[in-house]
């Protein structure tokens, strides 16, 4: 008896799955149903209708947890038998689901496209206003709910196909291609790590240089790969560039189409005072009169002579209103363009359109702006393919940067371009910006020391160190960290403080920062611990505030957010497939809990079929735990039949699992019995007999009319369905019989009261 609720099963016969037909069981169950007519055992359309939240959310991604589920079971059984030991299998899993997410996302634009215009339109206006304030987000109580997805969810999933791309790309870092031989397919096109094997000589390119820097710097590679996956992350979730534009057009106080005119208001301010003076040439500061006479429209102060690109900084004095929104408009164009990687074409052909080409050949300088040419041509006057390093106009632009300029924008471009961490600091509004702003800086500064230390001769001996006018720290004194300790650090800015505790950053920092590891195992517990508070609601017993869950445990990744215990759960999947050898060894709770959750969404959302399938991945206890909690759930035989099948597929503990099923329905109360004890049982003395009579004392006594009762309750209905799973095991009748004697003393038990 003790066999039957330790899992200890005997094991002299092989485990078998019956094909008993409906016809076997017909009978019993026509009887047990209708002695249970008039009773309020619920259905599975009740079930339905009291989870209907969670059914919404099974319908609107019921299409994408069935191509997860068939992708891992096509392709999860190849990526734990790599014998290179990288991840070139695991990445065509990745790549699948990253397939999924963006399909999702691109129908989910179509039918958000005006909601996402809207409140990235809001954003760009909050920029030009130098708002650091975050922008309202529209009420949740305004949304339609007579549609399935919301802007929210759109973003989400954006999220979440940036997610399986940082993914993708880590781990092609990461586990690289251990075969010389064979090329691998990379995760990313515009991603390949330059070849060891290229010589760099004096009279080489900077690009080559650089090239050369990536291929033999591990840490260099990885800070780059991260830096350029922020820049997709940003063009692809951002506006258009070009709606981008028409925004900041329709935000400068100039009207439409004056792009092409520059300083308009200025130059007309300026026109007029030379036409008033009679001067044909330029006007200077020392001219007569020039300071009382030449001001703002507004008279808050003098305004400039002349219309050169540094007018402004070189002589101290500003533009009228409207230009100023015109040059902040444009800074912040030119900023959202090197923010997303645009490559200097791009760029170039965007300033010559708005007669603006000075800010394009300002920006041109980095090489890796260069390697984004299929072809460079040594010829080609505007591309920088000579011997000499760029250090000198890097340098440049950062002390451009750090005095400031006329806006935040045109110090944060420079600052990107140079390295100069504070500058770019100043214009970050989202964690995504602020890592880009550290990592970009990072990059740069081992890049200009890698110069230094292996081609000295290719940098002015004046920019060896800090010297004159470039004495200043291109971090503003920070120290360079690791990515797990940015990511750490991110996490206490103030500004960043809700985002930082959003679920999808918390698990991207976990890859930037190679913390998954302790990602899943302390945020599983969490989750355990929300599982465990959910069990002692439903059967009221949080009656004091040391059950209540913490304002931690409310801010992590929540028991209800699907999503995310999805794509957790999947990645999970995709490194134990990496670390073959810790798959049996590598299994904790926290980290199982997650799976653990996904199982419990798959069977409330009606997926009983996918649960086997994730429960294989799952330590064999754990797998019969939580398939044993899912089973009662299912009451159709052909789906019994279904599961079973399913179950000796994936090579799961068929009996174990159905003991797990009756210990579900023992410590949730229904058999009277302690949690702590379901391992001895007593049961009270069975009254089958009528009393002795005082009279004849030695007399026969009769049998006790309706000892048995009459009727069936909803506790023996469900112990009686989760006894029927027992007549699908072929075999093992000794742990049948004994769970049978079990119950049945239970019944008669329930009569002698």
């Not at 005006?114 to 409140?119: A, G, T």
């Not at 600091?425 to 550290?438: G, Q, R």
């Not at 505030?545 to 999970?572: A, C, F, G, N, W």
Request: hydrophobic letters at 35%; glycine letters at 8%; proline letters at 4%.
């Amino acid at each position: 008896m003790d066999a039957l609720f330790t899992g200890e099963v005997p094991m002299d016969q092989d485990d078998g799955i019956s094909d008993l037909g409906t016809d076997e069981l017909s009978d019993g169950s026509t009887e047990g149903s209708a002695a249970s007519s008039n009773l309020s055992w619920p259905t599975v359309g009740d079930v339905h209708r009291a989870l209907r939240p969670l059914q919404d959310e099974a319908d609107r991604v019921g299409k994408q947890v069935e191509e997860f589920a068939e992708t891992l079971d096509r392709l999860g059984g190849s990526a734990w038998a790599n014998p290179q030991n990288d991840c070139t299998n695991a990445l065509h899993l990745v790549d699948k689901y990253r397939d999924i997410a963006k399909r999702t996302v691109d129908d989910l634009r179509g039918m958000h496209a005006p909601e996402k215009h809207k409140r990235l339109n809001q954003q760009l206006r909050g920029k030009l206003r130098k708002s650091s304030a975050a922008l309202r987000r529209e009420s949740a109580s305004s949304r339609d709910h007579t549609i399935f997805t919301t802007l929210d969810d759109l973003e989400r999933w954006e999220q979440e196909e940036q997610t399986w791309h940082l993914l993708g790309l880590m781990l092609q870092v990461e586990y690289p291609s251990k075969d010389s031989k064979k090329q691998a397919q990379p995760f990313d096109e515009r991603l390949v790590r330059p070849a060891r094997g290229t010589e760099v000589h004096q009279y080489s390119s900077e690009q080559a240089v650089w090239s050369r820097f990536l291929a033999h710097d591990d840490q260099a590679w990885e800070r780059h790969t991260v830096v350029e996956w922020l820049k997709t992350s940003a063009n692809e979730s951002g506006q258009d560039i070009e709606k981008v534009v028409e925004e900041l057009e329709a935000s400068s106080n100039r009207g439409t189409g004056l792009w092409a005119d520059g300083w308009l208001y200025s130059k007309e301010a300026i026109k007029g005072q030379k036409r008033l003076r009679s001067w044909p040439q330029a006007l200077a500061l020392d001219s007569p009169g020039i300071d009382t006479s030449l001001r703002k429209s507004d008279g808050s102060g003098s305004l400039i002579t002349q219309l050169d690109p540094d007018a402004a900084t070189r002589q101290d004095r500003g533009l009228e209103k409207e230009d100023e929104s015109f040059e902040r408009a444009m800074w912040l164009a030119c900023w959202e363009m090197v923010r997303r990687g645009k490559d200097w074409e791009f760029i170039q052909e965007w300033c010559q359109e708005r007669v603006e080409s000075w800010r394009a050949v300002a920006m041109r300088g980095q090489p890796r702006l260069a390697e984004r040419r299929n072809e460079v041509s040594a010829t080609d006057p505007s591309i920088p393919t000579s011997w000499q390093s760029r250090a000198l106009w890097r340098k440049s632009c950062a002390l451009a940067a750090r005095t400031g300029g006329m806006d935040q924008y045109e110090a944060a471009v420079y600052g990107v371009l140079s390295g100069y961490l504070p500058s770019t600091l100043k214009v970050c509004t989202s964690w995504n910006d602020h890592l880009f702003a550290h990592y970009n800086s990072y990059l740069l500064r081992s890049y200009e020391q890698y110069v230094v230390n292996e081609f000295p001769d290719r940098v002015p001996q004046g920019l060896h160190g800090r010297n004159g006018m470039f004495k200043f720290s291109m971090t503003g004194g920070r120290r360079a960290q690791s990515g797990n300790q940015l990511v750490e650090k991110l996490n206490t800015v103030r500004s960043l403080t809700k985002e930082s505790k959003d679920p999808f950053k918390l698990l991207q920092g976990s890859l930037v920062g190679k913390s998954f590891e302790s990602f899943v195992r302390s945020y599983g517990l969490q989750l355990a611990r929300q599982q465990e508070l959910a069990s002692k609601r439903s059967k009221g017993l949080l009656n004091t505030k040391e059950d209540e869950p913490t304002e931690d445990e409310m801010m992590s990744v929540k028991l209800d957010d699907y999503q995310i215990i999805r794509v957790v759960t999947h990645i999970l999947l995709i490194f134990q497939g990496l670390a073959p050898s810790r798959r049996n060894t590598g299994h904790d709770y926290g980290s199982e809990t997650f799976v653990d959750a996904y199982i419990d969404f798959l069977s409330k959302a009606g997926k009983q079929q996918l649960l086997p399938l994730y429960a294989s991945h799952l330590s064999p206890q754990r797998a019969a735990s939580s398939l044993g909690r899912q089973l009662p759930s299912t009451i159709e035989l052909g789906e019994r039949q279904t599961m079973m099948r399913l179950m000796k597929q994936y090579d799961l503990d068929v009996p174990g699992t159905l003991n797990s099923q009756l210990q579900t329905l023992i410590s949730i109360g229904r058999l009277g019995i302690e949690e702590d004890d379901t391992t001895h049982h007593s049961f009270p003395d069975l009254i089958i007999l009528e009393p002795r009579s005082e009279k004849s004392p030695r007399e026969f006594r009769a049998i006790k009319e309706g000892f048995m009762g009459e009727g069936i309750t909803d506790d023996q209905n469900a112990l009686i369905q989760g006894f029927e799973w027992y007549l699908l095991l072929e075999g093992y009748w000794e742990q049948t019989m004994a769970t049978g004697a079990l119950l049945y003393k239970y019944f008669l038990s329930w009569y002698s009261h």
